[in-house]
């Protein structure tokens, strides 16, 4: 069965509309199944900028709408042509002119959006007609969204397979920590499956870590299958918008599903150096954002993709 994990940005009544309601942290959840397909919806809390970055790391489609065409819109823009997501749907009010919007995307991965009007039976119909590709024939790598214990289960996190495909008694590790897990068992939409395929939003019954040890943004692989560090050297692409200059400071780093602190240790033409607050664990292919959470518009610093030092 297909599965299609989509963001919505800025229409905090879309979620509801495409599916039925599921978790809530900063992170609203909503999921459909249809005979062919499960879709899960992730929509960030509005403001709350960590969760907007985290989500880019695990859609394959992205719904943003242009209805109003805010500082907080644009942001979005840039964070979704950081992660070159090129597939998705942009919003736009009934009859309008809609050469701002095309000016605005025309450098950018959302050029290949599609823009209509609100329209729930469109949207469905080009979320349907979307098929990602997978490659599913590594080992597999599950990224935690959330962990909590569950009465006569045990622990039991909630996720995304990152890559591969992951199988019931798989013995994995939970990665940055290095413990071994188990997984006892694999539901996706409330079923019980012996496996699931890179793409499937999944619960998991793990044995051997407890709740609170699965963060968020933990992994859940074989140790050689990712990297652990709380130091970052990054080849760097500024954010030709921001407007400061790159400072030593507090800021922010998102990798996956993980947002920490991090300061600048160092800084060549086309390299950056972070320390972070703490370790995290990611995969040599995963985008990072550099965040100014404390700027007044423009938060996102730039771009990066790690770069191995030994």
Known sequence: MKNLTVGIFHDGELGKDLGKKGSETDIIMFNRKTDDCI?????????????????????????????????????TVIMIDSFGISKGIIL????????????????????????IERDITKIFELLQKVDPKRVIDTSPVAVIDQ???????GEVLLGFVKKGTLKKHDKLSLMPTNKEVIVRSIQMQ???????????????????AAAEEMKR???????????????????????????????????????????????????????????????IVYTNDDTFLLLDLNAKKLHVIGKGKAIKTS
């Open 39 to 75: 879709f899960t919806f992730m929509q960030p809390v509005e403001g709350k900028l960590s969760a907007k970055s985290q989500i880019m790391s695990c859609i394959d489609f992205a719904i943003i709408s242009f209805t109003e065409l805010t500082h907080e819109v644009g942001e």
């Open 217 to 279: 943004g933990f992994f859940i692989c074989a140790p050689e299958d990712c990297e652990v560090s709380a130091k970052l050297t990054l080849s760097f692409e500024k954010n030709k918008f921001y407007p400061g200059e790159l400072k030593e400071g507090l800021l922010h780093v998102t990798a996956g599903m993980q947002t920490v602190p991090a300061k600048i240790a160092d800084m060549k033409e086309n390299t950056i150096t972070l320390e972070l607050e703490k370790q």
């Open 92 to 115: 736009s009010l009934p009859y309008a002119d809609t050469s701002q919007i095309e000016k605005i995307i025309k450098d950018t991965s959302l050029k290949s959006f599609v823009i």
């Open 147 to 153: 962990a909590f214990s569950v009465k006569g289960v």
């Open 190 to 208: 409330d079923k019980n499956f012996d496996e699931a395929e890179t793409g499937s939003r999944v619960g998991l019954a793990i044995k051997g």
